[in-house]
């Protein structure tokens, strides 16, 4: 069953640290755009949130979103100085007090407010990303959830335009057995009338007219059209990502579409083109969101 490219999903569970709370939104998109935004001091597990999220989808701009909401505020912490900085301070402040005779030694005060030590929060030990990957994988599977349900709607839909391309084309078939032989009437009728009292080589106008007529049969075209119809259809029961084989058919019916109005002498024939080219249009604009 195909996937929509559309989705939601979200889990939260609690941890050693805290509250985890994991919110992932798709859209469509030609390829694999990930986004991914964590809390700072989990960045060491950045790339396995991205290799789990591939596990489940293909295709679509993805954005996931992982918070956390601590039990104990506060996260083991580690003072930050930089003493090269420290050294620069000490040099200018000197440097100012002998250019403009200022008075006083610069003092820890002076430095502590120009920031040469920082707390910082140490990284979260590697026994929490065991924590993670349950609660990470159930709002994944709760997106895939909604993307499914979503391609199922996309799925019917695709299903009844199949419908009405089929219904089309059988309309098509039984005008296009008539059309040779027809037009090839109304060839021989308008020759005769513009070389009355002329003589031609007979034999030679009937090779003509019906090499003529031969150009205006659409047999190949629906038989074609039919083809990619049916592997259509094959494709929709897949369950693998779909989307790009799905828009690769519909351009081969626009295709065919195309070559049938543009061969057939007959109007009803063309206005069936049409109606197949909107079809496939509105096929072609629900394909643009399947994975």
């Given at each position: ?46 790339l396995r949130v991205r290799e789990m999220v591939r596990e489940y989808i293909a295709r679509g701009k993805v954005d996931l979103t992982l918070r956390l909401d601590r039990t104990d505020q ?142 205006a049969d659409i047999t190949e075209e629906l038989v074609r059209l039919k083809s990619h119809i049916q592997a259509f259809r094959d494709q929709l029961q897949k369950e693998e990502p779909v ?49």
């Amino acid at each position: 069953m195909i996937r929509s490219m559309t989705g939601y999903g979200k889990a939260e569970g609690k941890t050693s640290l805290g509250t985890i709370r994991v919110e992932i939104r798709s859209l469509n998109h030609r390829f694999l755009e990930l986004n991914v935004r964590l809390p700072r001091q989990f960045s060491p597990f950045e790339l396995r949130v991205r290799e789990m999220v591939r596990e489940y989808i293909a295709r679509g701009k993805v954005d996931l979103t992982l918070r956390l909401d601590r039990t104990d505020q506060r996260l083991p912490l580690s003072l930050g100085v930089d003493w090269d900085l420290a050294a620069s301070y000490v040099a200018i402040l000197r440097e100012a007090k002998a250019r403009f005779d200022l008075s006083g030694e610069p003092s820890l005060d002076h430095l502590i407010r120009l920031g040469f030590i920082s707390l910082e929060e140490m990284e979260v030990e590697e026994g929490v990303w065991e924590e993670m990957e349950p609660i990470l994988r159930r709002a994944l599977k709760e997106l895939l959830g909604s993307r499914l349900r979503e391609g199922e709607a996309i799925c019917r839909d695709m299903v009844g335009r199949l419908e009405i391309l089929d219904d089309t084309i059988r309309q098509m078939e039984s005008m296009a057995q008539r059309i040779p032989e027809a037009y090839r009437e109304r060839l021989l009728n308008r020759i005769r009338r513009l070389t009355e009292g002329v003589e031609l080589d007979r034999e030679r106008l009937e090779q003509e007219v019906a090499y003529m007529a031969d150009k205006a049969d659409i047999t190949e075209e629906l038989v074609r059209l039919k083809s990619h119809i049916q592997a259509f259809r094959d494709q929709l029961q897949k369950e693998e990502p779909v989307g790009r084989a799905l828009e690769f058919l519909l351009q081969e019916m626009n295709r065919e579409a195309n070559t049938i109005a543009s061969k057939s002498p007959d109007l009803a024939i063309v206005q069936g083109a049409i109606r197949v080219k909107e079809e496939v249009e509105k096929l072609r604009e629900q394909a643009q969101n399947v994975e």
